[in-house]
């Protein structure tokens, strides 16, 4: 295992515990319910053993790690130019159509899959995306122009 890897986990560890200590003031209970510190000390605790885990396989494993290669660096700059045009667009397109261009540029452009592969996993991942956050967790997403087109039709 790389120092370098060790050294993030045990970062990692050392902020769960104090998202944790910091969590004992929150009030919680019955009164409260669940309380609001039950998530982030549920997430705090699954980060600590995930990164314990972590550290332990990877000690027991003695293969030696892919090394950054500067040849990945054009790659990386053309996924954060899409990431950064997919932010933009989606105040003003709203969620869908960016969502769908962005997932299918990164998946048959940079990853270099099939058409049909980048097609089906896009609409898929978008679709349950946006069913997810809109109906199950009733966060609403960016408002999509073909929504509100549609709409306005009906």
Known sequence: MRTTNKVIMIILIIIS??????????AGGAHYGIGPAFVPRVLAVLLIILSISDIVINEKSSEDEEVFRLERIPKLIKVF?????????????????????????????IE????????ITSVTCVSII?????????????????????SNLI
């Open 17 to 26: 515990i104090i998202i944790i200590w910091d969590l004992a003031g929150l």
């Open 81 to 109: 130019i899409l990431l950064l045009l997919y932010i933009s667009f989606m105040a003003k397109a709203g969620f869908i159509i960016p969502s769908l261009v962005f997932f299918i540029s990164i998946l048959f452009f």
């Open 112 to 119: 270099k899959r099939s058409l049909k592969f980048s097609l």
């Open 130 to 150: 946006y069913l997810l956050f809109d109906f199950i967790l009733n966060v609403p997403l960016p408002n999509d122009v073909l929504i509100n087109f549609f």
